[in-house]
């Protein structure tokens, strides 16, 4: 009997071009052991299908003393520059819209139990990520997400990111219409394009209902569409408000208009000239300055959209530009009951309490949005297989995770928000207070990333835990969030009150601090950043916060907000009420500074390493040719299998993708079709004899021409088909060195 | 062979744990496990969860509140697979002990010798069938036996098709733990 795999068990049940991307995947990872792919390609082919590096992975730990090595068994092999292959790390689940379906919600708790350390844990991107998993376990994980429609490609990298929405469109008041339909489309749209695979950076965008509300936050994306409506010849036509080039990061920078109405149909269109121009233009060689943010400053926004424009014209018609809008439905959740009403009271204190903070009316009467608050974003598998329970009783499957780390379901009648609120609290997620200061959301920080300078979630949890105690009204309202560094993935930059990990020397030892920045503005799609205030222990920041709150809730005037109370008071005066807790003892009397929330080791950022959010620049080609290789390498393994004919026809597509990868770069819009790829590769790089070998002259063309002319309709034997494959393999290697010698390899 | 096993001990009482992430974060530094140690996470602000594990390579070792109740379960995930339930119980047992043997901790931790779970992690190799049970049935007692006597305990399968393959195993009147360990053998 043959052994039991994940491969055959899911066979039929996952998108064939997604379980090849897999299979192609788990070759990458054999040939990594055998050390015949690159370092640099594979950590950029890993990060493109969410397998991210965690801390420590450079196998070294500092232990509160010193630093220890952390003695993997694999020894030398790596699975990116200094990331040793059997540390830990996290695997990126990609949720467009943070939509869950109760099925891949199981799921994900089947993978948490059986390949992490059985917590799941929502992002401030809407995706779920599982820390400490293996590298060799991801092919299989990923191909128990695509078996349930999820596929984790390009959740890391320089590439397109989760796309993101305000999880309440769809069932919002305010919003213009519901925006799901053009977001779905356009991940599946981008998702493995050829002009997003050049990028410098990432590339993350959103997409919101409405301008003023906070949850799309489209103001810091990199590309945000907000619905707007248009009334042409008493047609209504429905459209985006565009914008490009925001970001937070050490330089936060707000997005600025490229389009006041942009048409739905051309929406994409105008998204694929962006990818292009920032692919094209955008920096490659300083990782900092690489976001399309800096590209859009340099050039000013009139120059960018002029680029954007030229390319749109240029661009080859697609269709999937507009497909998708002949079903807009696709999106569309049916509730599962009934609308009714809530039954009249009294209700429990916790009922009331709960409803108060996370329950708010939907546009379609007699229902509801119930938020779950995840502490942290944290939830176990048994948590999670609950959720799913509750869905499938109350609301069928139109759950979301949030950017806040927390869970929606929405379409909850009205009727039923007792008896859910019931079972969440059996299963310790009752709690209200979501969307309150309490409700505090964190980046991994220290816990996890590699880049993470103080502990955001220790402290993040110390605030929870003070803050539980009821607040007055308006600090109530107020938002909280703690980045781990300047890279700012905890959003600070739009909370009232944010945080960002710093360390500071004092008297020759390291003591964690967390700058902070006050007054941002979450309202207006994270409308304005905060202002900086200064470093403060990490120990004196919960004093910080309570003196500030204590202030506000004194002080304010009216309805005043807490940044129009900051603007109002002033930067220095507000300094001034926290200055004296900058001050650090020194470590003899009080050595509590000079450790971190939640980690009692003394604090170091030895153990900081080289981040991965920027991924590794490889351009388009780099990845064609390496993707040829593994057809050559599959082909192989094939013939050995005796199965000729297959074998030939990974032979020829291995030389038609290196073809298409030299192509591409001459001609941009260049196609899928063989007979384009053949004709466009010949035209630019045989005929101009950059496709040349100074002894054989055209002749590893020739193979390629052949093989076109013969493919599909021949039997092959087993000596026909070997002599394919080695052809492949020479046309392959002329491909790479055709592509040196002309001087676009990148270093 | 038993595929991706974890087993939980069970404490006596239910007492608050996050006092032991100083405590895991010194057996990483003094390599007090005879195992690549990693890190310490607290996630004491789930409920019902994992509080405070300690990750290692092979293994990790979570103070555990899962359904409610505490112990410290231990979860195999890679390496040499133990051959036989009782070198992984073991492992977990001398872990136990180590624990209990924290007598710094502001709540001490004592671990029951009469209940444990034990889980398997691996969907594809054993579901939460009867069929696994029966495969897994004879090995399971043998070592159980070795461990309370013949007729000394009881087993029984427990969860869904959902969740991991789980047995419970009841045994009143047993030994001590450290009476216990020295019966299994870890040759
Ligand atoms: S903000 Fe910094 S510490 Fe936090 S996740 Fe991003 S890179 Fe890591």
Known sequence: MSESTWKRVLEGKIREDWGREIDVFETQIELRKKSKVEEKLFAEARLRRGVYGQRYDNGQRHDGEKTQTLTFPTGDLTKGPSTAWDAPGMMRIKLPMGRVSSQQLEVMCELAEEYSDQILHVTTRQDIQLHFVHIEDTPNLMRRLAAVGITTREACGNSVRNITACPLVGVCNDESFDVSPYANAMMFFLLGHDDVQSFGRKFKIAFSGCKTNPCGLVNFHDLGCIAATRTVNGEVKRGFEVYVGGGLGSVPQNAQLLEEFCPEEELFPLTQAVCRVFARLGEKDNRSRARIKFLVKKLGIEEFKRLTLEERAKLRPDERWTNFLDNLAITEEKPLKPPSKLPAGPHSAEFEAWRRTNVQPQRQEGYSVATVTMPLGDFTPDQGRAIADIARRYTGDSMRATVDQNWIFRWVSDGDLVKLHAELAAIGLGEPGSDRIGDVTSCPGTDTCKLGISSSRGLAGELRKRLAVEQPAAVDKLHIKCSGCFNSCGQHHVADLGFLGVSRAVNNRRVPHFQLVVGGQLQNNGGSYGLALGAIPSKRVPDAVSRLTKAYNERRQGEETFKAFVERVGKKEIKALIEDLSHVPPYEQDPSYYSDWGDPREYTIGDIGVGECAGEVVSFVQFGLQKSELEVFEAQVLLDEGKNDDAATRAYRAMLEAARALAKEKNANLGEEPEEIVREFKQHWVETKLFWDPFAGAKFAQYLFKAHEEAGGKTHSKESAHQLVEEAQLFVDAAHQAHTRIGTALP | ?187
């Open chain 2, 1 to 187: 062979m038993i595929e991706k096993i974890q087993l939980k001990l069970f404490t006596k009482d239910d007492v608050p744990v996050e006092g032991y992430v100083p405590v895991f974060h010194r057996w990483i530094r003094e390599r007090v496990l005879d195992e690549l140690l990693i890190d310490v996470v607290d996630y004491s602000h789930v409920a019902d969860g994992p509080h405070v594990v300690l990750i290692g390579h092979e293994v990790d070792y979570a103070l555990d509140r899962g359904r409610g109740k505490l112990g410290l379960l231990f979860v195999h995930k890679r390496g040499p697979r133990p051959e036989r339930l009782s070198h992984a119980l073991a492992r977990a047992v001398k872990a136990a002990l180590l624990l209990e043997a924290e007598k710094g901790a502001e709540h001490p931790l004592q671990f029951r010798s009469d209940a444990l779970l034990i889980r398997v992690a691996d969907r594809l190799n054993a579901p939460n069938t009867d069929a696994t049970y029966e495969r897994l049935l004879p090995g399971l007692k043998r070592d159980l036996e070795a461990l309370f006597g013949a007729g000394k305990f009881e087993i029984k399968r427990v969860g869904t098709t959902r969740e991991p393959f789980t047995v419970e195993v009841k045994a009143e009147g047993a030994a001590p733990l450290a009476e216990l360990v020295k019966r299994l053998s870890v040759s």
